[in-house]
């Protein structure tokens, strides 16, 4: 139990699937407001960013804790608590797994393209994996844009493909450079770093 997460009721297991029952968290997804507030708006406030981003790292602190990773870590899975407008609710857990502090394996599919850290398209995951998603979030707040394209979650892996789509920084990231304080910009290097 915790305000960060939805109250978990129970989980239902059929022959093929397991049905996870929380409470209904009323809200607004925080990719829907930054989609709002980016057409007004060229980039959202800094301090803004790392306010709603420490109320994200706070939900996944408290899922880890607990002995899970997420693996689905998305703008679309906060909702914006309607009391505090930064603070945020983590949802939609039918991805996370139970995880050791090793490199785990899995068969199923994990994520969401764009937002995945580059051992999950192999089939891997670990805490910080649910970091890569995170620094995702943080990135596309304070840019108005992915750091990454989208690379499919299905079909043959290409480990030297992937390394070169997931290098931080490309010259597309050095752009925002400037922009961004530098004690960010080397934290976000920490957070993409593709070896978990």
């Known amino acids: 139990k915790s305000p960060r997460l939805p109250n978990f009721r129970a989980m239902i297991r059929t ?16 990719f829907e407001w930054i989609s709002g507030y980016l057409e007004e708006n060229e980039m959202i406030e800094y301090e803004a960013v790392g306010e709603i981003v420490g ?42 797994l139970p995880y ?17 850290a580059a051992e999950t398209y192999e089939g891997l ?15 596309t707040m ?3 844009h992915p750091p990454f394209h989208s690379y499919p979650l299905s079909g043959a ?14 010259q597309c990231h050095l752009e925002y450079k400037s922009k961004i304080p530098k004690s960010t910009f080397d934290l976000f290097m920490r957070m993409f770093h593709q070896d978990p």
């Open 15 to 30: 022959d093929e699937q397991f049905h996870i029952i929380t409470d209904y968290v009323d809200g607004q997804e925080l």
């Open 100 to 116: 050791s502090h090793k490199l785990e394996s899995t068969a199923q599919l994990l994520g969401t393209r764009g937002y995945s």
């Open 142 to 144: 304070l840019t108005g």
């Open 157 to 170: 892996y290409d480990r030297q493909a992937a390394s070169q789509r997931f290098s931080f920084p490309n």
């Open 125 to 139: 995951y670990h805490p910080t994996s649910d970091v890569w998603s995170l620094a995702v979030c943080a990135w």
């Open 55 to 96: 109320s994200m790292a706070s939900c996944i602190k408290k899922l880890h804790d607990g002995g899970f990773v997420h693996l689905d870590i998305k703008l679309e899975n906060f909702i914006l608590n309607r009391t505090d407008p930064y603070e945020v609710i983590l949802i939609d857990f039918g991805s996370a």
